[in-house]
């Protein structure tokens, strides 16, 4: 983001925990702010006035709500009101439609707290959107996949993944792409868009895929009964909602095309 941001010249400031490196902030020529979201009275003083402000931090592991959003919202003073907020929520805050087509209108019913969190962050930013008379924009994006986001240390150690006639649907976007329609949102999107590549298809594909792409052995395929004992909460979590995100709108309104449309092209592009 930083370095597409820097290509159209614009400046940029990162607030972050951990903070940025000398070599990170000069590479991708950023201003840097040390901050946490979980100590808001505490955060730097940020340049927001008539910026456009990219909310990536996630919610607190635990609880249904998001105290880190809710606590960065009051901290943007009236008089340093942003240009637009794009926030990156997921596309589980629908919950499972069994595999149906998912669009902007189709009802939310999350199915984890995971879930939940990111919607109460949505309601949040929605409400603040309408005090201050500042859009915002809501970005509902499936797993993200490219460098340094593959399963490949899974794949390394052997780990099963659910048999391809037990799995659900999943939605992806590569990361780079993920980055144009980011920077889209800001220049053209306005209310919510379903993020994805919009060719959904299986973990067990996706695995396979992947394997194969690096020359690693596929991994075992295990039967639903057994994954519950053998997959850890969060992985089974995603494997028993199914839902296809339409990304149509995405598509039409920002106006982005995206670089890697399908997996396998995401996959050999991926160094």
């Not at 199915?111 to 309601?123: H, I, Q, V």
């Amino acid at each position: 983001m930083a370095t597409l941001c820097r290509q159209r010249g614009w400046q940029v400031n990162a607030l972050s925990r951990k903070g940025v490196t000398a070599t990170q902030a000069s590479a991708a020529a950023v201003t840097a702010y040390l901050g946490d979201l979980d100590h808001p009275r505490d955060l730097p003083a940020l340049p927001t006035a008539a910026s456009w402000v990219f909310y990536f931090a996630p919610p607190p592991p635990q609880g249904n709500t998001d105290p880190r959003i809710d606590g960065f919202l009051h901290a943007i003073s009236n008089s340093a009101l942003p240009r637009k907020i794009i926030y990156i929520s997921t596309s589980g805050v629908y919950g499972d439609y069994q595999g149906a087509w998912v669009t902007e209108d189709s009802t939310v019913n999350p199915a984890t707290d995971r879930a939940r969190r990111r919607l109460a962050a949505e309601r949040l930013l929605r409400d603040w959107e309408q005090r201050n008379d500042v859009p915002a924009v809501i970005l509902r994006v499936g797993g993200i996949y490219g460098p340094g986001r593959l399963p490949l240390e899974r794949l390394r150690q052997g780990t099963p993944v659910l048999r391809e006639a037990d799995c659900g649907y999943t939605n992806r976007i590569h990361a780079d792409d993920l980055a144009m329609v980011c920077m889209a949102a800001a220049q053209h999107g306005h209310g919510i868009y379903n993020i994805s590549d919009g060719h959904p298809t299986t973990m067990a594909d996706y695995f396979n895929k992947v394997a194969k792409r690096y020359e690693l052995p596929a991994p075992p395929q295990i039967g639903l009964d057994q994954a519950k004992q053998v997959l850890s909460p969060e992985m089974m979590s995603y494997l028993m909602e199914s839902r296809r995100l339409d990304n149509h709108k995405m598509l039409r309104e920002l106006g982005v095309k995206l670089r890697y449309p399908t997996l396998t092209e995401g996959l050999t592009d991926t160094a």
